[in-house]
């Protein structure tokens, strides 16, 4: 195998593949790339058995062929290289890197023992513009659980797609959020549940400026995302998922129409006080033309408000303050409408008109400040 190609653009591809990568299995093989000529291509892989990243590039090839070469010791020399040019060959697995001045001897291994990436085959196409996926996901990813979660199921992003129509849910425990959009697809109803981690090393390889779409491809167990040159390869979480539509409350008492923005800043200037979100509760009394916001802990008291239009019963809840700024900050409206059924039912936040997303925030139990 030979080739030459332009170092910065070896460089980022190499900085996106690696990211595939496992850290966590000590197997040499799948701590590597998989580089692969073709007749005019090169393809880099990487593979951690449940995650994929592959991308591929035009460059000068000289002689086909494949090796597998240790993600951080390509990652390292490629990104140190000066020279715009840089020429990888290989003699059996020895690999010579040369650029300019600069010239490497690695060894590599062999590229049969690298694992075979999953397929999707007859899966379901889909195609979706990339700002519009960006902006549902940015709503949405924010609610869905970390890794240390109880419930696996809830580490993912779960696609509700109907005929024209995406629903994208995130859930943790303690907040839901969902973000609805017309799309234009004519197939057959599909769910499909996304890990977190896919999600967000998606979102790093998007372009919102771009026109081209990004391809989906669904599978049984497994979800293909092109996007640009690059071609992310994931498992699908499996597991009961929260019947989110029961969850959210059907009763209100309180409705509250604030600014967005204002609604931000006044509990963010709460934050210097709080020394533990779970411990700490933000207390917000909501109250004909105010949203009073205050909290109490060893550090000392702070109280503040700002203007709110307020129908119906008075009510005093209390929140987790980043649950609630994680809410508010989501929105992209400036102005938001609260609805509420009381202090320990869970508060909705959505947009004035419409029903473009919908965020849930459980209140937490308030103690007597006194």
Do not use: W
Not at 87 to 105: D, K, P, R
Request: aromatic share 6%; glycine share 6%; proline share 4%.
């Amino acid at each position: 195998m030979k080739f030459t190609c332009n170092t910065k653009e070896l460089n980022t591809a190499c900085n996106n593949v690696i990211r595939a990568v496992s850290a966590k299995v000590t197997i040499p093989t799948i701590e590597g790339i998989l580089v692969e000529c073709g007749s005019d291509t090169l393809s880099l892989t990487g593979y951690d058995f449940e995650f994929g990243i592959n991308t591929t590039l035009n460059v000068d090839i000289e002689e086909s062929g494949s090796i597998v070469i240790n993600a951080k010791v390509l990652c390292d020399i490629i990104r140190k290289l000066e020279d715009e040019v840089v020429t990888v060959e290989t003699n059996g697995n020895s690999v010579s890197i040369i650029s300019g001045a600069a010239q490497y001897s690695i060894t590599g291994i062999d590229a049969n023992e690298y694992p075979e990436l999953p397929s999707v085959n007859g899966g379901y196409p889909l195609e979706l513009e990339q700002g519009l996926l960006y902006s549902m996901i940015s709503q949405t990813v924010f609610a869905v659980a970390d890794t240390e979660s109880s419930k696996p199921v809830y580490t993912g992003l779960k696609f509700e797609i109907a005929p024209d129509e995406l629903t994208l849910i995130g859930v943790d425990g303690y907040r839901l959020a969902i973000r609805k959009e017309k799309v234009d697809y004519k197939g057959d109803e599909l769910t499909f549940i996304v890990p977190k981690k896919t999600i967000r090393e998606l979102v790093k390889l998007m372009d919102v400026e771009s026109e081209k779409p990004i391809a989906v491809s669904v599978g049984r167990r497994h979800i293909i995302f092109d996007v640009e040159n690059y071609r992310i390869i994931s498992r699908l979480l499996d597991g009961e998922f929260l019947d989110y539509k029961t969850a959210v409350p059907k009763a209100i008492t309180t409705t509250v129409l604030i600014n967005t923005n204002d609604a931000i800043k006044c509990i963010d200037r709460t934050l210097p006080v709080i020394e533990n979100n779970q411990k700490n509760p933000i207390r917000c009394l909501f109250d004909a033309d105010k949203m009073r916001v205050s909290t109490v802990s060893s550090v000392g008291r702070v109280v503040d408000y700002t203007h709110a239009n307020t129908s119906g019963a008075r009510v005093e809840i209390g929140f987790n303050s980043k649950f609630m700024l994680d809410a508010l900050n989501a929105a992209d409206t400036d102005e938001v409408r609260i609805e509420l059924a009381g202090p320990v039912s869970p508060v909705k936040v959505m947009p004035i008109e419409g029903e473009g997303f919908l965020f849930l925030v459980l209140p937490m139990r308030l103690k007597n400040e006194n």
